[in-house]
Nanobody, 120 residues
Framework: QVHLVESGGGSVQAGGSLRLSCAASGSIVSINAMGWYRQAPGKQRELVASITNGLPTNYADSAKGRFSISRDNAKNTVYLQMNSLKPEDTAVYYC??????????????WGQGTQVTISS
């Protein structure tokens, strides 16, 4: 059993910052890619940023220059630092990770989502 638990969402004014965290726990052997997605009301879920050991980080155009993804492999945790937030960043943010597990092979796992609301 593997769980991803997100934290750090909330409500801030435009121009503000938030830092999201996502910790993976359970029967983990190794974690390959980790990433953050978001889904705004009435829109499809979209990739915000991803990070894979040994590869360059990847950002959506809307996140470049404002967001920064990082990970702590010792803690099985991925972070998303979001600066210069805009109202259009309002969405539910989901963490995802590709995890090699002890009993169930390699699978993609998702967190429960954390709400980010940016007011103008």
């Amino acid at each position: 059993q593997v769980h991803l638990v997100e934290s750090g969402g909330g409500s801030v004014q435009a121009g503000g910052s938030l830092r999201l965290s996502c910790a993976a726990s359970g029967s983990i052997v190794s974690i390959n890619a980790m990433g953050w997605y978001r889904q705004a009301p009435g829109k499809q879920r979209e990739l915000v940023a991803s990070i894979t050991n040994g590869l360059p980080t990847n950002y959506a155009d809307s996140a470049k220059g404002r967001f920064s993804i990082s990970r702590d492999n010792a803690k099985n945790t991925v972070y998303l630092q979001m600066n210069s937030l805009k109202p259009e960043d309002t969405a539910v943010y989901y963490c995802s990770a590709n995890i090699q597990t002890i009993f169930n092979g390699r699978n993609d796992y998702w967190g429960q989502g954390t709400q980010v609301t940016i007011s103008s």
